[in-house]
């Protein structure tokens, strides 16, 4: 839970107020524009590692897995 914290935290500084981010079975599903996506998916990178994170989309959702 933690981690989910933390990574939420990082995500809300890049959301605006009408997009929303949440945990789903250790998957970050992200409401929010291309852009915004783009830009968290550059965070996340950063901070944890490029070959860490897989960015996909389900439906109008972005989700971001994290890899060991």
């Known amino acids: 839970m933690?981690?989910?914290?933390e990574v939420l935290?990082?995500?809300?500084t890049i959301l605006e107020t009408n997009e929303r981010a949440e945990f789903n079975y250790g998957t970050l599903f992200v409401i929010c524009s291309e852009d915004r996506a783009r830009s968290i998916y550059?965070?996340?990178t950063t901070?944890?590692?490029f070959n860490k994170v897989r960015l996909s989309t389900?439906?109008?959702e972005y989700?971001?897995?994290f890899v060991a």
């Open 9 to 12: 935290d990082k995500v809300a």
């Open 47 to 49: 901070d944890y590692g």
């Open 58 to 60: 389900c439906g109008e």
């Open 2 to 5: 933690l981690f989910e914290t």
């Open 42 to 44: 550059h965070k996340l």
């Open 63 to 65: 989700a971001f897995d």
